[in-house]
C-alpha cells in the first residue's frame, strides 16, 4: 500500500484488504493509544510505572527470544522511557507495562486497542495483545497500518517525532532502531515501524517526506529484512518519481458571487476556507480545472463556512477531488421591509424560471 499522507489518495495497492498478522506494527497502535492519552492529560511521561511480572522474559517465559527493552521486574520505569523502549528498540516487556499501566490488564488494553481502530476506521484489525507476538485472532491489513500510520503522523506529531530515532539506551544498554530506511538520506524517511514473527513475516510501515509531499508505504510478509526494506524503497521512490501533492487553490479562494437573499447585502462570495490538496501525475497542475454546483440558495443569515454547494477539481475532464463551496464571511438578516421586498422579488422569479 503507497498512500499521498496529506490528500489520503492511494497510489499503490496489492491485496490491500489481505488479513495478515502484524508482529510488530502492532506497536503503532500502542504507541497511538499510549500518545492519546498523554496528549489528553490523563497520563504523563513523567509517571512511574511498576513492573510487574509479566513483563520480565525471567518471570514471562513468553517474551525469552524476542526484541525487549530489558526492563526488570519490581522496578519503576518513566512512562516516557518505555514509551522510547516500545518506538524505537520495539520492546515487548515494555508493551506490557505500559498496557497493565494504562488498563489495569493487557486484555482491558486489548480492548482500547479496538476501540481506538474503530474510531480510526480500521475495519480490517483485530487486536488481542499490546506486542504483537502472534495470536490466530491478532491480525491487521496493509490498508488499516497506512491509516494508522497516517494517523499518528496527523494526530500525534509529539509522539511522531520519537520514530525518527536511531537507538535508544536503558539501563546501559543501547539499541538500534530496525527501520533501515532511516540511514538512507536520500529517502527522507523518519518513521514508522518494523515487524517480524515466524508467521508475520517481515513487515515495514515506512513514511518519507519529499518536496513537500509526505507517503506513506506499507510492505507485509516479506521473506527477509532485505526485502522488506527494498521493497519499501521502491514503492516510495515511485511515489516521488510519479506524482507530487499540489495546493491549486489556497484558503480564501473565490469561486463564485451569487445574489444573497433576505439580507443586509445584496451579494455574498463563495469559495474554499480550507486547504484544497490533491495528488497529480508530476507535470499535471497547469491541466486542473475547477467548476462549481451550486446546492442551496444564499439566504441571509449566513455564516462564514456555511455550505452552499460543491467545486469540482477536474483533470482532462476527470473528477480528481471535491470540496465544500462555502460563504467567505457573515452576512446578517436585512429588516422587514427589505425581506418584504426579497420575498416579492424571489415569487416574481420563481414564476418565471
Known sequence: MLVDHLTGRTLVQHNADERLAPASLTKMMTSYVLGTEIKNGNVTEQDMVKIGPNASLYTNAELRGSSLMFVQVDTEVPLGELNRGIIVVSGNDACIAVAEHLAGTEDAFADMMNAYADHLGMSGSHFMNSHGLDHPEH?????????????????????????????????????????????????????????????????????????????????????STRARNAESRKLLQYGFRFFETVVPYDPGTVFAEERVWFGTQETIELGVLETVATTLPKGQRKNLK????????????????????VVHVTLDGEDIATYPLVALHDVEEAGWMSKLIDHILLFIHNLTN
Not at 150 to 174: F, H, N, Q, V
Not at 297 to 302: D, F, L, Y
Open 290 to 309: 475547477a467548476d462549481f454546483e451550486l446546492t442551496s440558495r444564499p439566504e441571509a443569515p449566513i455564516s462564514k463556512g456555511q455550505q452552499f454547494g
Open 139 to 223: 491480525y491487521t491489513t496493509a490498508r488499516d497500518m497506512a491509516t494508522l500510520g497516517s494517523a499518528l503522523i496527523r494526530d500525534l506529531p509529539e509522539e511522531y517525532a520519537i520514530y525518527a530515532d536511531k537507538s535508544y539506551t536503558w539501563d546501559g544498554r543501547e539499541q538500534f532502531n530496525r527501520n533501515a530506511l532511516l540511514w538512507d538520506k536520500d529517502l527522507g524517511a523518519d518513521g514508522i515501524k518494523t515487524g517480524h514473527t515466524n508467521e508475520a513475516g517481515y513487515s515495514l510501515v515506512s513514511s518519507a517526506v519529499k518536496d513537500d509531499m509526505r507517503l506513506v508505504a506499507v510492505v507485509m510478509g516479506t521473506d
